[in-house]
């Protein structure tokens, strides 16, 4: 009789070894299992500027005007970036622009296509033009790319009616990509310099902006955070959900081991 109630006490207690490891096995959150990234791109040290040159350095109230974005750069490039900065109480941008020729030509040589995305569309209210990244594809892999000065795009403008003062057209959230490696995948020049536009209304100063470099902050009342850069392009082990749906073998194992010791110890019993 003792020998009866203590197997069924084991055979109790083993049965809920069992249930508690299916409930923990059932019951874990799906989980990224840690996957090894791929060995970044070396980034190049390059001589490469972007500018803005104004049509009209001296305006006046009423003028029209245009901004053209310039690159100019030693080293082949499969992509550019830039958001551009200005004060709304005395210009006011169009939606309307011309694109450039630096990508395009070159697109249009090699059978590829130019992306712009998203459009060039200026936000007059907070005096911003949101990151725009350029993008030569549909161009095989190790065909090279565009080198030397060329246009990015022409942006057109008006000077508002009774203004007067200093107008700086500034540049942030530049980069400019590489051709990139065997798989397609880009990196980013290091050392680009970047050289605003200015433009004196109703004789205010006009003088010309210095170079300086791409990774330094534009501080203004009107500028807003940006999104990711554009011309970053993503691994396989980068996509959202590419390895979820996983348990942690850190779980997994040891409850693999409770199963196997309830199952040892239940064989015992039935052979008591």
């Known amino acids: 009789m003792f020998m009866n109630n203590k197997r069924k006490v084991l055979s109790v207690v083993t049965l809920g070894v069992l249930a508690f490891a299916v409930l923990v096995l ?3 959150p799906a989980s990224r299992v840690a996957a090894i990234e791929p060995t970044p791109l070396p980034q190049k040290t390059t001589k490469t500027l972007i500018s803005i040159e104004v049509s009209k350095p001296n305006a006046n109230p009423g ?8 690159i100019d750069t030693d080293t082949p490039t499969w992509g550019a970036q830039f958001a551009l900065h200005y004060d709304p109480k005395l ?3 169009d ?4 694109k450039g020729n630096f990508y395009q030509d070159y697109a249009s ?3 590829g296509t130019l992306m712009i995305i998203p459009a060039l569309v200026p936000d007059n209210t907070k005096g911003l033009v949101p990151t725009t990244g350029f993008a030569i594809v549909g161009v095989p892999i190790g065909s090279g790319g565009p080198s030397g000065k060329g246009t990015l795009a022409i942006l057109h403008g008006k000077v508002n009616d009774g203004v007067k003062g200093t107008e700086i057209f500034r540049l942030s959230d530049v980069k400019v990509s ?3 490696n065997d798989g397609g995948y880009t990196a980013a020049f290091l050392g680009v310099m970047v050289q605003d536009g200015v433009m004196g209304i109703a004789g205010a100063d006009a003088s010309a902006q210095a ?3 791409a990774d330094v902050a534009i501080s203004q009342e009107n500028s807003t955070p940006t999104p990711e850069p554009t011309i970053a392009k993503r691994t396989s082990l980068d996509q959202p959900g590419s390895s979820s749906g996983s348990i942690p073998w850190v779980i997994i194992l040891p409850a693999i081991g409770v199963v196997l010791v309830a199952g040892v ?8």
């Open 26 to 28: 059932m019951g874990v």
């Open 265 to 272: 110890l239940i064989t015992f019993l039935k052979k008591k």
């Open 178 to 180: 590489d051709t990139g």
């Open 211 to 213: 170079p300086h470099s």
């Open 95 to 98: 939606s309307n622009y011309d």
């Open 109 to 111: 040589a090699h059978n």
């Open 91 to 93: 210009v006011t941008l």
């Open 63 to 70: 003028d029209t005007f245009d901004l053209t974005i310039t």
